[in-house]
């Protein structure tokens, strides 16, 4: 793999919702109502939400690139910016999205690893993420990379009540 990771600044905010749209849309949009994708695009991924999230100091979003192309990113959260109360032990993968044409490259396990190690350097115990329930192939990576599902929460894709499976990994130290 030929790739880099590169921390994202508010610079790189229109890069940002260029790929969240692409990669969003590419991975869930046959599952979804055109109406309900539209609605979760636009709530979750407008300059204004964007700019808040990168704007966290206890949010870090980092690009992959591969030859020289955004090819993917991963958002990690710490705190009070984690989507769900995990404590302060804990570090969040909320995505990890990857285009369509870059994947199967080794991309996730790259940024996962990202991911470990800043949780490492931090001295958190535990790593977890949101995983949609009808996201066989994610569940099967992370399943690999030593997950398992720890519990599970609701999200809305529009008006449609949809399922993440949350996993959690222990780290050693």
């Known amino acids: 793999m030929t790739g880099n990771i590169k921390k994202c600044t508010l610079d790189d905010l229109r890069a940002l919702q260029e790929i ?3 990669t969003f849309n590419e991975t869930f949009r046959h599952h979804n109502s055109p109406e309900n994708m539209y609605a979760y695009l ?6 204004k939400q964007l700019e808040k999230e990168l704007s966290n100091k206890h949010s870090q979003f980092f690009f ?3 030859n020289n192309e955004v090819a993917g ?10 989507s ?3 404590g302060d032990e804990s570090l969040e993968i909320e995505r990890i999205y990857i285009k369509g044409k870059f ?3 080794g991309l996730g396990k790259y940024l996962l690893n990202k991911a470990m190690n800043i949780a490492v350097e931090r001295k958190k115990k535990k790593i977890w993420l949101g995983v949609w329930e009808k996201n066989e192939n994610a569940i099967a990576f992370y399943h690999k990379m030593g997950f398992v599902r720890t519990g599970a929460h609701s999200f809305y894709m529009g008006d449609d009540e949809q399922v993440d ?3 959690t990994k222990t780290l050693t130290e």
């Not at 636009?42 to 300059?47: C, G, K, S, T, V």
């Not at 990113?73 to 984690?82: E, I, R, S």
């Open 103 to 105: 994947q199967k490259h």
């Open 84 to 86: 769900e109360k995990m």
């Open 20 to 22: 969240s749209y692409e």
């Open 64 to 66: 992959a690139y591969f």
């Open 165 to 167: 499976l949350i996993m």
């Open 42 to 47: 636009e709530r979750a991924f407008n300059l």
């Open 73 to 82: 990113y991963v958002k990690v959260n710490t705190d009070d910016a984690q």
